[in-house]
């Protein structure tokens, strides 16, 4: 299915937390993304029948293949979290295997996996054989510079099972900080015969290229590179199908986007939610607005539609 879907469209959302909900999705989908990932989700907290955790499997509308990524660090959860996530409407499990954050790594969850290869690929085989759907991993080349396992770690993945692998060309202990070793990607991608996606620094279309030149891989993943420009996956689809160079985006049209986007949010969350959410977006989009300090100081007390509207009008035209 991967090898399909990707030979059409080989541009793929990132899995961002508080970023990649519904709304997000629905606008990058809008402007040519081929494949979406949801919020990180813990399985664990799905087994407990966590409330809000629920609210993350929504995917009502979304008619594409949406990936709903799990986190955990015991086979068991994993498989079960992934059978309730299926119930609700999955079409692909991912499996975070590449998050740095302190409070998520101590619990022996997301990138600490990255040391432990033979439980990284018991998870796998786990919720493989838990579920009928596809199931992906994203991970990152190592633990820190000292101890890069990325092409061993792959092959425990996919001799669990796994369908796709993302690769985020940096380590645990950079975060998202120095640059991200494209050269490891590619020794992952020669390494497996499953479908790999490269990730990591591409922010601009000739970044897209190159990634896809030099992994050899089947997609490229992207993330903070389509933060308040969500017209970023299209204009990469564009450039590497057709060679067409992206255009110079008005701030009138940039806040039409951003109109859009929070009125998905609000459809999906309700105003005063949307609205606190959608906060850390706006700064994202007016990067790079004359006195844009001033302008997201005003957005970040933003209540409203009608006040946002209001905002944009004076800061825009």
């Known amino acids: 299915m991967f090898k399909k879907l990707l030979a059409a469209n080989p541009i793929v959302q990132a899995p961002m937390a508080g970023v990649t909900d519904k709304a997000f999705r629905l606008i990058a989908r809008k402007f040519g993304c081929g494949l979406e990932y949801s919020e990180m989700i813990s399985a664990k907290a799905l087994t407990y029948k966590n409330k809000k955790t629920f609210e993350l499997l929504d995917t009502e509308g979304e008619e594409d293949y949406i990936a709903i990524q799990l986190f955990g660090s015991e086979s068991e959860t994993m498989a079960e979290g992934a059978q309730i996530a299926c119930e609700y409407g999955a079409k692909i499990i991912d499996i975070n295997m590449g998050c740095p954050v302190p409070k998520v790594v101590r619990n022996g969850e997301g990138s600490a996996l990255m040391r432990n290869p033979q439980l990284a690929g018991e998870i796998v085989r786990a919720v493989k054989d838990a579920v009928k759907?596809?199931?992906?991993?994203?991970?990152?080349?190592?633990?820190?510079?000292?101890?890069?396992?990325?092409?061993?770690?792959?092959?425990?993945?996919?001799?669990?099972?796994?369908?796709?692998?993302?690769?985020?060309?940096?380590?645990?202990?950079?975060?998202?900080?120095?640059?991200?070793?494209?050269?490891?990607?590619?020794?992952?991608?020669?390494?497996?015969?499953?479908?790999?996606?490269?990730?990591?620094?591409?922010?601009?279309?000739?970044?897209?290229?190159?990634?896809?030149?030099?992994?050899?891989?089947?997609?490229?993943?992207?993330?903070?590179?389509?933060?308040?420009?969500?017209?970023?996956?299209?204009?990469?689809?564009?450039?590497?199908?057709?060679?067409?160079?992206?255009?110079?985006?008005?701030?009138?049209?940039?806040?039409?986007?951003?109109?859009?986007?929070?009125?998905?949010?609000?459809?999906?969350?309700?105003?005063?939610?949307?609205?606190?959410?959608?906060?850390?977006?706006?700064?994202?989009?007016?990067?790079?607005?004359?006195?844009?300090?001033?302008?997201?100081?005003?957005?970040?007390?933003?209540?409203?539609?009608?006040?946002?509207?209001?905002?944009?009008?004076?800061?825009?035209?």
């Open 133 to 317: 759907v596809p199931v992906s991993v994203k991970m990152r080349i190592g633990w820190d510079e000292e101890s890069i396992n990325a092409v061993e770690f792959a092959q425990y993945l996919a001799q669990g099972g796994a369908d796709l692998l993302a690769v985020h060309g940096r380590t645990r202990s950079q975060y998202y900080s120095g640059k991200a070793n494209w050269a490891e990607i590619a020794k992952v991608k020669r390494a497996v015969e499953i479908p790999v996606l490269a990730n990591g620094d591409v922010n601009t279309v000739e970044d897209c290229r190159q990634i896809i030149e030099q992994t050899a891989c089947d997609g490229v993943m992207i993330g903070r590179g389509a933060l308040g420009r969500p017209w970023f996956y299209g204009e990469c689809l564009d450039y590497l199908k057709k060679g067409i160079l992206p255009k110079e985006w008005t701030w009138q049209e940039k806040r039409e986007v951003i109109l859009e986007h929070t009125k998905l949010a609000i459809a999906d969350k309700g105003e005063y939610l949307a609205m606190c959410q959608m906060r850390h977006h706006l700064a994202w989009y007016l990067k790079g607005l004359p006195h844009s300090a001033k302008a997201r100081q005003a957005l970040s007390t933003v209540a409203s539609l009608e006040e946002l509207e209001e905002l944009l009008k004076r800061y825009l035209d």
